[in-house]
């Protein structure tokens, strides 16, 4: 048997459910940190949680991304507990949107390094607000790897991401829009599938 097909036995419809209804509770709480970083309402979408080989990680980021051909991300990485990741992603213009929305508009020659210093803070704020949340319903100590701001294609993305990843991994991610500011960007969440599922059915266990 596959390690897909022992992680899909194991992630049943039922595990997924709660895995879901966790990591809405953590994205919504993250959207409204965004809502009062950017003074904007924020959409969002309900959380798409898969288990996927590592394979197919790059294909997902292709999904969620459309058409854009370079996209600005956050990552925020995590281990105790659990370990993995988790990132904040825009398509590149929409990223300088969201700096010149927050800081003003910005010479060019500027521009890069402050698009790298707000962003930075503001994935730091948004993701440390989803994984504080998890934590804390999942009763898990956490602790924190210092946000880094990258840029490239999707693949760079993909190939990025999947170093976080094992030959199988949980992927939990959202799309949220500011319609306020024309945005468009994704959170994404990456588990170790072992450790996650331990999680989970610990949650079973207790309810």
Same mark, same amino acid.
């Given at each position: 048997?596959?390690?897909?097909?022992?992680?899909?036995?194991?992630? =049943?419809?039922?595990?997924?459910?709660?895995?879901?209804?966790?990591?809405?509770?953590?994205?919504?709480?993250?959207?409204?940190?965004?809502?009062?970083?950017? !003074?904007?309402?924020?959409?969002?979408?309900?959380?798409?949680?898969?288990?996927?080989?590592?394979?197919?990680?790059?294909?997902?980021?292709? =999904?969620?991304?459309?058409?854009?051909?370079?996209?600005?991300?956050?990552?925020?990485?995590?281990?105790?507990?659990?370990?993995?990741?988790?990132?904040?992603?825009?398509?590149?213009?929409?990223?300088?949107?969201?700096?010149?929305?927050?800081?003003?508009?910005?010479?060019?020659?500027?521009? =890069?390094?402050?698009?790298?210093?707000?962003?930075?803070?503001?994935? !730091?704020?948004?993701?440390?607000?989803?994984?504080?949340?998890?934590?804390?319903?999942?009763?898990?100590?956490?602790?924190?790897?210092?946000?880094?701001?990258?840029?490239?294609?999707?693949?760079?993305?993909?190939?990025?991401?999947?170093?976080?990843?094992?030959?199988?991994?949980?992927?939990?991610?959202?799309?949220?829009?500011?319609?306020?500011?024309?945005?468009?960007?994704?959170?994404?969440?990456?588990?170790?599938?072992?450790?996650?599922?331990?999680?989970?059915?610990?949650?079973?266990?207790?309810?």
């Amino acid at each position: 048997m596959s390690p897909m097909s022992d992680s899909s036995t194991t992630f =049943d419809a039922r595990r997924l459910d709660v895995l879901t209804e966790i990591v809405n509770i953590g994205v919504g709480q993250a959207a409204n940190v965004l809502n009062q970083v950017v !003074n904007a309402h924020v959409s969002l979408t309900v959380p798409r949680v898969e288990i996927l080989p590592r394979e197919e990680l790059a294909q997902r980021m292709v =999904d969620g991304a459309g058409d854009e051909e370079c996209l600005s991300w956050v990552e925020l990485g995590f281990r105790g507990d659990m370990e993995g990741a988790a990132s904040l992603l825009f398509p590149r213009e929409d990223a300088s949107k969201l700096v010149s929305a927050l800081v003003g508009e910005t010479d060019g020659s500027e521009m =890069d390094e402050v698009r790298i210093g707000t962003m930075t803070e503001v994935g !730091n704020i948004v993701l440390n607000g989803i994984m504080g949340s998890l934590a804390n319903i999942a009763d898990r100590r956490l602790e924190y790897t210092v946000p880094t701001y990258s840029e490239g294609s999707v693949d760079t993305a993909s190939r990025a991401h999947g170093r976080q990843a094992g030959n199988v991994c949980m992927v939990a991610s959202a799309r949220f829009v500011i319609e306020q500011l024309g945005l468009d960007g994704s959170v994404v969440l990456f588990f170790d599938v072992a450790q996650i599922g331990a999680l989970v059915d610990g949650l079973l266990a207790a309810a």
